[in-house]
C-alpha cells in the first residue's frame, strides 16, 4: 500500500505550476491514498477552500485530511463563535478522522485551536479528550501499521527553522508510547525530516513533510513523502521538487521486528 504524504497546501498562496506537476507525479506513481497534514488554504476564505475542494475532487484515490492553524479564520468573528465552519463546510465534516484497512490504521486528531494561552496562536495543542480518543482508536486495531496525522509537529528536530510549542507535548508522547503507533505524520514547519524514538523496545517513526505546493518555503524545496507498506516493513521516501519534477532525495526503510 502506497500513501502519498502532503502537507501545509496554503490554497490562496501556492504557486499552480507545482500542483500540477503534482498531479502529473501521482498520475503516473498511483498511490491508494493522500494523506493531508493540515494548512489546506492560506487564509481559511471560502474561495480558498472551494478551490483545495476542487483539487481534492479531482484526485482519483481517497484522501485523508486533518485541518491545520491557517485553516482557522484569521482577524474574523468567525474564528471565534463558528471556527471550524468554513472547513467543515468545504473540506470534511470530520475533523479527526480514522480510517482502517488491511495494512494500516490512520487516526488523525486536530492541534490547531482558536486561541491559545500564547502569544503566538500558530501553535498546537492536544487535550485531554484527544489522547483519550486516540487511546480508543487503536485499541482494538489488528492492522500491522499504526499511523497517526497531526499539524504541529511533536518532535523539534534539529536546525528548525520555525519554533513550534505543542501544549501537553508530553502526554501527547506517552499517549503513543502507550498504543504504540508506528508512524506519526506531520508538517506545519514547511520542513522535511524522518526522526526516530525508541521506547520500550518499539520505535515509532516521526515523519514531517515540506510544504508541498506554497510559495512559502523555508529553507527547502516544495516536497511531500511517498510511504511504502508491506506486512513488515515500510519504506519512506522524501522528495523534493526538482525543476519540473519531484525526485527522491532520501529513503529510509523501517523493518518490524
Ligand atoms: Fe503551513
Ligand atoms: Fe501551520
Same mark, same amino acid.
Given at each position: 500500500m502506497k500513501i502519498a504524504h502532503i502537507s501545509d497546501l496554503h490554497f490562496g498562496s501556492l504557486s499552480r505550476p +507545482?500542483?500540477?506537476? %503534482?498531479?502529473?507525479?501521482?498520475?503516473?506513481?498511483?498511490?491508494?491514498l493522500v494523506v493531508v497534514s493540515g494548512d489546506i488554504t492560506q487564509d481559511a476564505t471560502c474561495s480558498e477552500f472551494e478551490e483545495a475542494k476542487a483539487f481534492f475532487d479531482l484526485l482519483p484515490m481517497p484522501v485523508f485530511c486533518i485541518p491545520g492553524n491557517h485553516d482557522l479564520p484569521g482577524m474574523d468573528l468567525e474564528r471565534f463563535y463558528d471556527p471550524w465552519g468554513r472547513y467543515r463546510r468545504f473540506i470534511s465534516q470530520d475533523l479527526e478522522p480514522e480510517l482502517r484497512t488491511d495494512l494500516v490504521h490512520l487516526k488523525g486528531i486536530n492541534t490547531a485551536r482558536r486561541v491559545l494561552a500564547h502569544w503566538n496562536w500558530a501553535n498546537g495543542s492536544v487535550s485531554r479528550r484527544q489522547c483519550r480518543d486516540i487511546r480508543h482508536a487503536y485499541a482494538d486495531a489488528t492492522a500491522p501499521w499504526r499511523v497517526f496525522v497531526m499539524h504541529h509537529p511533536v518532535m523539534n528536530a534539529?536546525?528548525?527553522? %520555525?519554533q513550534v510549542a505543542l501544549f501537553n507535548r508530553r502526554r501527547l508522547l506517552k499517549c503513543l508510547d502507550d498504543t504504540r503507533v508506528d508512524i506519526v505524520l506531520a508538517g506545519h514547519q514547511h520542513h522535511a525530516y524522518v526522526e526516530n524514538r525508541l521506547t520500550g523496545g518499539h520505535t515509532t517513526i516521526f515523519v514531517n513533510a515540506s510544504t508541498t505546493t506554497s510559495l512559502r518555503l523555508r529553507r527547502q524545496?516544495?516536497?511531500f513523502n511517498? %510511504?511504502?507498506f508491506t506486512d513488515k516493513? +515500510?519504506?519512506i521516501d522524501r522528495l523534493d521538487l526538482d525543476g519540473e519534477?519531484?525526485?527522491i532525495i532520501e529513503a529510509v526503510t523501517h523493518t518490524k521486528v
Amino acid at each position: 500500500m502506497k500513501i502519498a504524504h502532503i502537507s501545509d497546501l496554503h490554497f490562496g498562496s501556492l504557486s499552480r505550476p +507545482v500542483t500540477e506537476i %503534482l498531479m502529473r507525479h501521482f498520475d503516473d506513481d498511483k498511490p491508494d491514498l493522500v494523506v493531508v497534514s493540515g494548512d489546506i488554504t492560506q487564509d481559511a476564505t471560502c474561495s480558498e477552500f472551494e478551490e483545495a475542494k476542487a483539487f481534492f475532487d479531482l484526485l482519483p484515490m481517497p484522501v485523508f485530511c486533518i485541518p491545520g492553524n491557517h485553516d482557522l479564520p484569521g482577524m474574523d468573528l468567525e474564528r471565534f463563535y463558528d471556527p471550524w465552519g468554513r472547513y467543515r463546510r468545504f473540506i470534511s465534516q470530520d475533523l479527526e478522522p480514522e480510517l482502517r484497512t488491511d495494512l494500516v490504521h490512520l487516526k488523525g486528531i486536530n492541534t490547531a485551536r482558536r486561541v491559545l494561552a500564547h502569544w503566538n496562536w500558530a501553535n498546537g495543542s492536544v487535550s485531554r479528550r484527544q489522547c483519550r480518543d486516540i487511546r480508543h482508536a487503536y485499541a482494538d486495531a489488528t492492522a500491522p501499521w499504526r499511523v497517526f496525522v497531526m499539524h504541529h509537529p511533536v518532535m523539534n528536530a534539529s536546525e528548525m527553522p %520555525l519554533q513550534v510549542a505543542l501544549f501537553n507535548r508530553r502526554r501527547l508522547l506517552k499517549c503513543l508510547d502507550d498504543t504504540r503507533v508506528d508512524i506519526v505524520l506531520a508538517g506545519h514547519q514547511h520542513h522535511a525530516y524522518v526522526e526516530n524514538r525508541l521506547t520500550g523496545g518499539h520505535t515509532t517513526i516521526f515523519v514531517n513533510a515540506s510544504t508541498t505546493t506554497s510559495l512559502r518555503l523555508r529553507r527547502q524545496p516544495n516536497g511531500f513523502n511517498m %510511504l511504502t507498506f508491506t506486512d513488515k516493513a +515500510v519504506r519512506i521516501d522524501r522528495l523534493d521538487l526538482d525543476g519540473e519534477t519531484f525526485r527522491i532525495i532520501e529513503a529510509v526503510t523501517h523493518t518490524k521486528v
